[in-house]
């Protein structure tokens, strides 16, 4: 089911940069109209560059080459005052950057014996109680969680249990992360497991497997009770899971939709609509989607246990606009609408989703 025709709506790509190198991630900055773009040049080291959004154009501020492709990066464990990145890179490196002063890490280190895929933070930027902690998913098989404020040991380590075989992990994000004390991590792999780590606990609060192999998860906020988790997959699903309530065998409600035939690479929910998230796709397309929570969001199975009920979901709009798969995507925290992605056909793009306070 789709909006109504008046009412959709629209993705304009507002401004269109070409790379000279292979773009993994890209950011907006905190309070600004600054992007950042990060991954790896031809001759095999990283790239970082700093863009500003002037009207119709991305005006290049600085380039800064680092020894490692960087694959991922984060503000959210940072303040707003200082703004530092989180990034991990393909030798496992965890490093954190002020921007202003980028030619040493303000901390390092080396967290992973392989590429760092994914990497979240919270706690920073004012968002989520408790400390700024970063998380970081690894090939190595590793979830690590660590703060900052501590140098070389993390504060929990997800790693395979014994005769367990290794999984690549794709996918990290933070939740439930409503006061001082909770906390969970949602880590996706490349068998289709999803794993839930409560850090309250340091125990595995819930697992599922979604047959695919898991590219990208996502709660709807990170600093409130746990409401709701999108995953994302090789095979052009994704997944909505209810977790407001979790069922003692059944687990938590979900809601599964194919988009597309190819993967989709990531989701990203609207900051300013926490029902409303962004889909990107291995075909280089963007499904826009709202979620639509059912009449009752819990009913009673036949023992009298609580168990979720899931909604539904609808297309509101999508677009195709590379040839390429669009890896990474970020919505503006600030200005509602605004978007950033980056393709692998080394070209970033500033999109305006207009209309988006009318649905």
């Known amino acids: 089911s789709s909006a109504p025709g008046l009412e959709r709506p629209q993705v304009v790509s507002h401004v269109q940069q070409s790379l000279s190198y292979t773009v993994f991630d890209c950011k907006w900055v905190p309070r600004s109209a600054r992007l950042l773009c990060l991954g790896s040049a031809a001759r095999g080291t990283g790239v970082v560059q700093l863009y500003e959004l002037r009207a119709a154009r991305l005006e290049l501020l600085r380039e800064i080459e680092k020894p490692k492709p960087i694959k991922c990066g984060t503000f959210g464990a940072t303040s707003l005052q200082q703004r530092f990145l ?92 409503y006061n001082q004390e909770e906390r969970v991590v949602c880590a996706g792999y490349d068998n289709g497991d999803i794993k839930l780590f409560d850090l309250k606990t340091m125990s595995l609060r819930w697992e599922t497997n979604i047959k695919n192999g898991v590219c990208s998860v996502e709660f709807d906020r990170k600093d409130i009770n746990m409401n709701k988790l999108v995953a994302t997959s090789l095979e052009g699903k994704f997944h909505v899971f209810d977790m407001r309530t979790q069922h003692p065998t059944k687990g938590f409600a979900s809601v599964s939709e194919k988009a597309q035939k190819s993967t989709i690479w990531q989701v990203r929910h609207l900051p300013q609509n926490r029902d409303i998230f962004m889909t990107s796709g291995g075909s280089g397309s963007l499904h ?19 168990m979720g009920v899931a909604g539904s979901v609808s297309l509101l709009q999508n677009v195709t606009l590379s040839t390429q798969p669009i890896s990474s995507l970020d919505w503006s925290p600030d200005k509602k609408g605004l978007c950033v992605c980056g393709a692998f056909d080394q070209t970033v793009r500033v999109l305006i989703v207009t209309k988006l306070n009318k649905i």
């Open 86 to 177: 989180a990034t991990g890179d393909f030798d496992g490196n965890l490093n954190i950057w002020n921007l202003e002063a980028p030619e040493i890490p303000v901390y390092s280190v080396k967290g992973h014996k392989e590429i760092i895929n994914s990497i979240d933070g919270v706690g920073g930027l004012g968002i989520g109680e408790g400390a700024p902690e970063i998380v970081t998913g690894s090939r190595d098989g590793t979830v690590k969680v660590w703060d900052p404020r501590q140098k070389e040991t993390p504060v929990a380590n997800m790693e395979p249990v014994q005769g367990e075989s290794k999984r690549d992990c794709w996918t990290v994000a933070f939740g439930n992360a």
């Open 288 to 306: 826009l989607w709202k979620y639509e929570y059912p009449a009752q969001r819990t009913k009673k199975d036949s023992e009298g246990a609580e």
